[in-house]
């Protein structure tokens, strides 16, 4: 089992910028490749971006690319997600998720474990 603490949400204003963490405790973190999800109300999950446990490969959806930055520090058991440069349309739940080595990371169904999100919320 992995337990997953997400951290740093908040009410910002479009233009601004929000660090999410993501605490994992349990299971060998580098043992786990993790990514970012987000979900607004009414849409469907979505996914941010991943990172492999090594923390040298990343991916992120193309309209997420030069404004958030996904990171992690295995010897705090943490992933963060730098978001830079907020919209209105980010407004979301944003979910940490941990997945074994090696799947392809930009599926929901790639993951094994969920935080509970944190709540983002962008004003215009």
């Known amino acids: 089992q992995v337990q997953l603490v997400e951290s740093g949400g908040g009410l910002v204003q479009a233009g601004g910028s929000l660090r999410l963490s993501c605490a994992a405790s349990?299971?060998?973190?580098?043992?786990?490749?993790m990514g970012w999800f987000r979900q607004a109300p009414g849409k469907e999950r979505e996914f941010v971006a991943a990172?492999?446990?090594?923390?040298?490969?990343?991916y992120y959806t193309d309209s997420m690319k030069g404004r958030f930055t996904i990171s992690r520090d295995n010897a705090k058991n943490t992933v963060d997600l730098q978001m830079n440069t907020l919209k209105p349309e980010d407004t979301a739940v944003y979910y940490c998720?941990?997945?074994?080595?090696?799947?392809?990371?930009?599926?929901?169904?790639?993951?094994?474990?969920w935080g509970q999100g944190t709540q983002v919320t962008v004003s215009s």
């Open positions: 990172i492999r446990w090594s923390g040298t490969t990343t």
């Open positions: 998720a941990a997945a074994h080595l090696g799947t392809r990371l930009t599926r929901g169904d790639d993951y094994r474990y």
């Open positions: 349990g299971r060998t973190f580098n043992n786990y490749d």
